[in-house]
């Protein structure tokens, strides 16, 4: 029961109305009965001073305020005149039986309505009986309450009706959207302000979400060709291996490229896995890291490569700089941005790292050479397994993972990362944030071997 807005909206604004009526009921009908006495008390005062005026004649007591009292006002108004002397007697009375109201009782005013004056020794009173109150009013009131609580019920479910009409038409575009059918546009049903905000919000959220569908889809099916391709490779091997008697020698040279697409796996599954560590863990611990050694280990693994490709390497890594973070988290992400500057160098280029803080904020730039004339598709770069036909192929090796664990490691510790082609350079840079004051302590720095070239989740 009142599932719908509609209703539940026309519920509460007729239940927000009955206690208004009620009190606009009884506030009316005081105020029109305390009218109604107000006037009641003039007209007896009125009467009053007639009486008075009329016991001014030597005659008052037998023709005066006889014929009065018998007059049209008087008898309009069922009033009487009562007239005591000074010792308590009554001089002069219009009832049979004078209303026992002097002196005046709660009872006998509940019966009476009096007005009270003098003449003389002689103490003059006019009374008119009290009528039973009438229900005619309040229940004239109790149907208009009914009548006007219908009406704006009515209005109320009509109003909020043509108000989320709106919505039902928004909720009936958006029931075309699914997840094949992502890229649909909402038209705004409206010209209202706050429809079309809503329809714009609508809109790049579906937008949005389009955008991650589509990114899901190229990793499923770049995952798949991935991890297709070593393991063809390896059983291609295998079976030709065994497909015939093999001397030691080839044996041997299947076992060594058995083992290279294994490694190949290997690495690929463990990107795999790191990326989906990161993405499902959430509030992960962040820890004091310092970030200098961080970058010193990353790149001291890298020496080997560098040497092998003849690049110039240019280093420049402000001292002790710490930030909070995920550990290992830091070291993963200059591991990756270096490695991936390293390959896609120009073969006897330069390549620059610099570690330091701007404003105090912590920033850290790797710049390297790359040929003006091969454009590289930035926005993507950092989308899993992306490789550009000119730029980015398997023959650099890796797997395709590298850039994409950067971004989620960035994302992770709400760093920002970003790559841009400059000329004839490539240069990436992370914003770390504000820099953390150093601590006292520091952790002796354990660097892995320079020839030892290995990569962590790179690619």
Not at 28 to 40: C, F, H
Not at 183 to 197: I, N, Q
Not at 235 to 248: F, I
Request: hydrophobic fraction near 40%.
């Amino acid at each position: 029961m009142l599932k719908s807005m509609r209703s539940r909206m026309t519920v509460w604004f007729v239940l927000l109305l009955i206690p208004f009526l009620l009190a606009s009921s009884y506030f009316l009908l005081t105020v029109t009965r305390g009218a109604a006495e107000n006037d009641a008390h003039k007209l007896l005062d009125a009467l009053k001073d007639r009486a008075v005026n009329a016991m001014k004649s030597p005659d008052w007591k037998v023709k005066q305020l006889e014929q009065l009292a018998d007059g049209k006002p008087f008898r309009d108004l069922q009033a009487g005149i009562l007239v005591r002397n000074p010792d308590d007697s009554v001089a002069f009375r219009s009832y049979v039986n004078p209303p026992p109201i002097t002196p005046p009782t709660p009872e006998s005013r509940e019966k009476w309505r009096a007005s009270f004056g003098r003449y003389k020794e002689y103490r003059v009173l006019v009374v008119q009986p009290r009528k039973p109150a009438t229900q005619t009013l309040p229940r004239v009131m109790f149907g208009l309450s009914v009548i006007v609580i219908g009406v704006v019920g009515t209005g109320a479910w009509l109003m909020v009706g043509k108000i989320l009409s709106p919505i039902r038409s928004l909720a009936k575009q958006t029931e075309q959207a699914s997840a094949d059918h992502l890229s649909v546009r909402l038209e705004t049903p409206s010209k209202d302000a706050e429809m079309r905000d809503l329809v714009d919000t609508l809109n790049g959220l579906l937008d949005r979400v389009y955008e991650t569908a589509e990114v899901k889809g190229r990793f499923y099916a770049a995952a798949s060709h991935e991890l297709r391709t070593p393991l063809q490779a390896l059983s291609g091997h295998l079976e030709l291996a065994t497909s015939r008697k093999r001397t030691a020698e080839e044996y041997e040279e299947v076992v060594k490229e058995s083992y290279k697409q294994t490694r190949r796996l290997i690495s690929l599954v463990q990107g795999l896995l790191f990326l989906h560590q990161i993405d499902t863990r959430t509030n992960a611990p962040q820890e004091p890291v310092n970030l200098s050694e961080s970058c010193e280990s990353a790149l001291e693994m890298m020496y080997t490569q560098v040497t092998n490709r003849n690049l110039h390497l240019t280093e420049s890594f402000a001292p002790n700089i710490e930030i909070r973070a995920v550990p290992s988290h830091a070291e993963v992400l200059a591991r990756n941005l270096i490695e991936n500057a390293v390959k896609y160098a120009t073969e006897g280029g330069e390549i620059g790292i610099a570690l330091k803080v701007v404003n105090d904020r912590v920033l850290l730039e790797v710049i390297n050479d790359y040929p003006a004339s091969n454009k590289i598709a930035t926005e993507h770069v950092f989308e899993p397994f992306y490789r550009d036909d000119i730029s980015r192929n398997s023959k650099t090796g890796g797997n395709g993972l590298g850039l994409a664990i950067c971004r989620a490691v960035s994302t992770a510790n709400s760093w920002d990362v970003s790559l841009h082609q400059e000329g004839g350079k490539i240069r990436a840079v992370v914003d770390f944030g504000p820099i953390h004051p150093p601590t006292e302590e520091k952790t002796k720095r354990k660097t892995a071997p320079r020839a030892s070239g290995v990569t962590a989740f790179g690619g």
